[in-house]
Structures are given as C-alpha cells and as structure tokens.
C-alpha cells in the first residue's frame, strides 16, 4: 500500500524547480525583515546576539532559496544553546526566534514550550521516559526551549534519571530534526561543564550563542522602558537615584541584569504608593499618581551595602 | 479480505505524510487524536486498546504522527487506527477514526449459520484470525 503514495511524492517531485530566487523579495515577503527589525528596536543592547540571529536568519533564508532551486534536500540543523548570566533576555530571544523559524517555515506552528528539569525527569522508575515524551510531543511543530538544561545531568548521582531524559531528548532531536527545534539555555560555565560530560549534545547543536552582560546605561534604558510600559515614569532625581542604584546593584550578591532591574521597580512602586498613601491629603491627579520619586528609590537596601544576610562578616538573620 | 472500516476505508492505506494532514486537519478543528490498536478485526469491536492518552494540547500532528511510528514498532502485526474526538457536543464524539496499519495477512471472516426454533437461521460472522486467542492471531 506504501506505493500509492510513493507515486504520489514522485509526481510532485517532478514539477521542476525555479530557476532563480529573489532573495531581497524572499526577505521582505516571508516577514524576517519585520521580527529583525522589531528585535532591534524592543531589544535594549544585547548587540552579537542581534548579529548571530541576522546572521542565523540569513544562512536559513538561502538555504529555503537553494532548496527552491533544489540544491539541498536536508534540513539544517537548528538546535540551539543560549548561554549567558540570569536577566540577559535568553527567554524573550527564544520566544522571538520560535517566531523567526516560523515565518522562515522551519518550524510548522511556532509555538514556545518553555521547561525545565522537574517537566522532563519522573520521580520514580519509569515514569521518565512517558513524561519526557510528552513534553516532546507537546513541543513538535514548534520549539522547546530548556531553561537551566544542566540541572538535567547530576554527576553525583549516577542512579539518575535526568540520563534517560537525556537520551530520548538526543534521540529525538536526531530522528525528528523536521518537528521540532530545541534551544537549551543557562550559565556559560555550567553549560560548558555539561557538554563536556554530554559530548552527544554537543554535536547535535549548530549555533552556540553567547549573552553578553548589560551595561549600566542599557541597565537604565531597560527600567526606563519597564517603567514606560506601566505609565510610569522618573522625575530627573530620581532618574540619577536609579542610575547609582544600578551601579550599587551590580557589585551585590545575586545580581540578575534585568531581572533585577523589574524587581526594584517593582519595589518602587510599592514605596510610591506607601507615600502616596501617607502623605496624600487632598485628591491626587495622574502625574502624581505615575511618577517614582528618589525617595522611593533611596530608600533601597542596596544603598546600605544589601541585605543584612550577604554582607561580610554579619551574624545570619 | 482486506478490512474496511472508519473513514477514507476504501481508499489505499495512508503514508506518513497523509496521515499527518489528516490529523493537523482534526487538530485544527479542535479535536483530541488519539491512537488505538487492536488484533479483533470483527467490525462491532468498537473498544480498542488505547496506546497512549489522546492528545489533547498537541497543535501540531508530528506528535500523532510519531504516536503511531511507536505504536507500529510495538505492534506491527496488528490492526492501528488513529481516531478524532471532538468534544463540543459536552461528550467525546468521535469525527473521524482511519486504519493507519494492518496485519501483513487477513484470513477474512467465515458465517456462521445457527439453527433456531421453526427452522428459521441466524445468522453471524467471525473471523478466522479470532480462532486463536489473543495475542497469537497475526503472526
């Protein structure tokens, strides 16, 4: 019964390929040029990363063309590996790249399923492999992104089960190349570590990209924006209290770029409205109920060296 | 004697990729593909083994498609189906079910006549491949 449709892929077959490609009509028409754009304008800094996707981007836009032109038959490898400090926007580069993959047809849906260890390794014998699969199966037709994918291997425990998450996850990256794309994320050096005791990993990713960390000023550009989004904004003192906070913040423990940065404003706001709430006597009007002022920044912890617990030398909390 | 039965029947047996068009066409409207298998080929065994859940939150039909590769590597000499539910009508209707794999071989069914008061004859069929319990009937 198998020939029936064998026939039918041979007759489509025929129909003879283009015989040239318009790679500027290519760009424009299948909408790449408007999600490298949109990068460019949404993504404070984050330059070779913006560089690698162009780049990325047009390797696969020539390759969709040489397939037209039925120079090439086989997909191209497209498993990925973000590497880069917590708050460097390797999770909102994912969601833009599943988009970008979609709009070049590599990728049939589009579609983000974002994990990590505690989705694909069971609790018990057995109960690995269906739950990873599941996961698998979720993610075809579009791209699975797996946060902190280190965590999957434990070197300590030799009984394990992250190893059998590993070998279905290898296995079907090799054989379903075409369903789905797979993009691990997390720490440089930890990454490192893991492909080393992985090589099979390795081999199967095409493009290693690095996140560089943000600058103090992009830092600010990013709150600014944060901000912005909400309908809020700084007076000019409070704009150079962020601007030391952000310097203060970076040398402190547990620094997470812009994550850290959505965290105080979050903070911020919380003091904002204290204020309000305390010193308000007659009605409020918009701007005042939109605008951080430097005492609410000020009044940061991290202006007296952080928490109490991360400083030298105090006794534990 | 080739069994015919659920939708597309008398059409030649699907590939991967017809397989996959029709279930994204299920996903699409908003049905639930499941994948069923079975070695009772008598046409009123509407209860197959289910391999797996039905895929509820799968958007894309590789997931079916690679559902029924599985349950061919573990099942090759049996009948598979892949079935559509759709679950508007505030129960699990089924839309669609097709045979995505049959036995290499299909003994067919015999009739079987049963004698009843006044001479009058009812009559059934059973297949030739149920003669042996289950789990020995295809090769």
């Not at chain 1, 969601?95 to 399923?113: A, Q």
């Not at chain 1, 103090?216 to 912005?228: A, R, Y």
């Not at chain 2, 049905?31 to 079975?38: F, L, M, P, Q």
Request: proline share 5%; charged share 30%.
């Amino acid at each position: 019964m198998q020939e029936a449709g064998d026939t039918l892929m041979d007759e489509e077959k025929a129909t003879a390929p283009a015989a040239t490609v318009d790679l500027a009509a290519e760009f424009r028409e299948s909408g790449v040029k408007e999600i490298l754009d949109e990068l460019d304008r949404e993504l404070v800094g984050l330059n070779p990363v913006k560089q690698r996707i162009r780049e990325t981007a047009a390797l696969l836009l020539v390759d969709r063309a040489r397939k037209q032109l039925g120079l090439s038959h086989q997909t191209p490898t497209l498993h990925m590996c973000f590497t880069g400090n917590p708050g460097t926007g390797k999770t909102t580069v994912a969601l833009r790249m599943s988009n970008l993959l979609h709009r070049l047809g590599y990728v049939r849906k589009g579609h983000l399923v974002s994990v990590t260890r505690d989705d694909l390794v069971g609790q018990y014998i057995g109960h690995t492999a269906p739950k990873t699969k599941e996961v698998l199966k979720r993610a075809m037709g579009g791209v699975l992104f797996i946060d902190e994918a280190y965590y999957l291997y434990r070197p300590d425990n030799e009984r394990d089960y992250g190893q059998e998450a590993i070998e279905i996850l290898l296995q079907v990256m090799e054989n379903n190349r075409d369903d789905l794309v797979v993009i691990l994320a997390g720490y440089a050096d930890r990454m490192d570590k893991f492909f080393s005791s992985n090589p099979g990993f390795r081999s199967r990713i095409a493009h290693h990209i690095d996140f560089p960390d943000y600058t103090d000023d992009e830092l600010f550009t990013i709150s600014e924006g944060m901000l912005g989004e909400q309908n809020y904004k700084f007076t000019p003192d409070a704009e150079a209290a962020m601007r030391e906070y952000i310097e203060h913040r970076r040398a402190q423990s547990h620094f997470a770029n812009a994550r850290s940065m959505r965290n105080a404003l979050d903070r911020a706001r919380l003091r904002q409205a204290n204020r309000l709430f305390e010193s308000a006597v007659g009605p409020l009007d918009a701007v005042a109920l939109s605008t951080i002022d430097e005492q609410d920044i000020r009044a940061s912890r991290v202006f007296r060296g952080g928490l109490d617990s991360d400083k030298p030398g105090s006794p534990k909390a | 004697m080739r069994v015919t039965q659920g939708t597309f029947s008398f059409l030649p047996d699907f590939t991967d990729e017809q397989i996959h068009t029709q279930a994204q066409y299920a996903i699409d409207n908003g049905w639930a593909v499941s994948v069923e298998y079975t070695d009772d080929p008598h046409p009123r065994n509407t209860y197959w083994e289910m391999w797996g859940h039905p895929m509820f939150d799968n958007p894309d039909a590789a997931a079916a498609v690679f559902e029924v590769n599985e349950c061919r590597k573990a099942h090759h000499s049996k009948y598979i189906r892949v079935i559509a539910f759709d679950p508007s009508p505030g129960w699990e209707s089924i839309r669609m079910s097709f045979i995505v794999n049959r036995p290499k071989d299909e003994p067919g069914f015999r009739l079987i006549r049963e004698e009843k008061e006044g001479r009058s004859i009812r009559y059934t069929i059973q297949s030739y491949a149920s003669d042996r319990p289950e789990g020995q009937r295809y090769g």
